[in-house]
């Protein structure tokens, strides 16, 4: 399987991103990838107050993507966008993957929220307007096993080895990973994931400045099951590919088989 990971900086204009968006799935297409990824919040990054409306799985932002996944005959993990919560104050943040033929082949509602406090940093309460997701999702993607989840996930490694319990081979990690953090995070969270679940991982991120005042780090990347980093975004949009050798991923976990010794004590 090629996978592409597509890098955005996605602002307040939602047309533009999306269009922008549109643009990395051709390219992604000129690859040969079989699967594209995009990042969290592909369609806005912009104020609070001018955030699109939460729409449902079916609506203008889903369709679109469904659209293109079938004109492009490629499966494409569409981000994550406003999906309809359970009440009028909460969204939920949704990454939908569609087939070749453009259908809805899963659906995975971010489990959790980045609620942070660094002084003189950062100050972001997610769960003020985002209802957390309950359901961990794999999804099989042209004959391999898909674990979904976006960025602040990244964090917490039960969610990952409940993946690759399920049978997941590559993770996917959309996402809007902040520039404070992720300079020391995030490639070694990404690298983590991977060695400690034997699974290859993708990695989709907003990079850059976006309003009001924040900064996304970037550097989306493919790692394998050994924890090596295939290839990496440089600090500009575009798209990031490489081939996931399933037989190499077969062999790393038959010659180090960590996930099959594991035990866990009383």
């Not at 533009?16 to 806005?44: C, F, H, I, M, S």
């Not at 034997?198 to 976006?210: P, S």
């Not at 996304?216 to 493919?222: I, T």
Request: glycine residues 8%.
């Amino acid at each position: 399987m090629r996978v592409a990971v597509c890098q955005l900086n996605s602002r307040a204009d939602r047309s533009a991103n999306l269009a922008a968006a549109r643009e990395l799935l051709k390219q992604a297409v000129a690859t040969g990838a079989d699967l594209a990824v995009l990042p969290e919040y592909t369609d806005y990054l912009g104020p609070a107050a001018g955030a699109p409306d939460p729409e449902p799985l079916d609506g203008p932002y889903a369709t679109a993507f469904a659209e293109l996944a079938r004109e492009h005959r490629m499966w494409v993990a569409a981000g994550s966008f406003r999906e309809l919560g359970p009440d009028p104050g909460h969204s939920y943040n949704t990454c939908p993957v569609f087939d070749r033929t453009g259908a809805l082949a899963a659906a995975y509602r971010k489990i959790h929220r980045y609620d942070v406090q660094i002084p003189g940093r950062v100050s972001f309460r997610e769960s003020a307007t985002v209802a957390a997701g309950e359901t961990v999702v794999t999804v099989d993607v042209a004959g391999v096993r898909v674990g979904l989840s976006i960025c602040y996930d990244l964090r917490f490694p039960e969610l990952y080895r409940r993946l690759a319990s399920d049978g997941a081979q590559l993770l996917l990690v959309p996402a809007a990973f902040m520039l404070h953090t992720g300079r020391d995070h995030w490639s070694v969270l990404l690298r983590a994931r991977a060695i400690e679940n034997q699974c290859y991982v993708a990695a989709a991120a907003q990079f850059g400045d976006h309003e009001p005042g924040r900064t996304c780090y970037g550097r989306s990347c493919l790692i394998d099951p050994w924890g090596t980093v295939l290839a990496q975004a440089p600090d500009q949009a575009g798209v990031t590919v490489a081939d996931l050798d399933l037989d190499r991923l077969a062999r790393i976990r038959a010659e180090l088989p960590s996930l099959a010794n594991r035990r866990l004590p009383d």
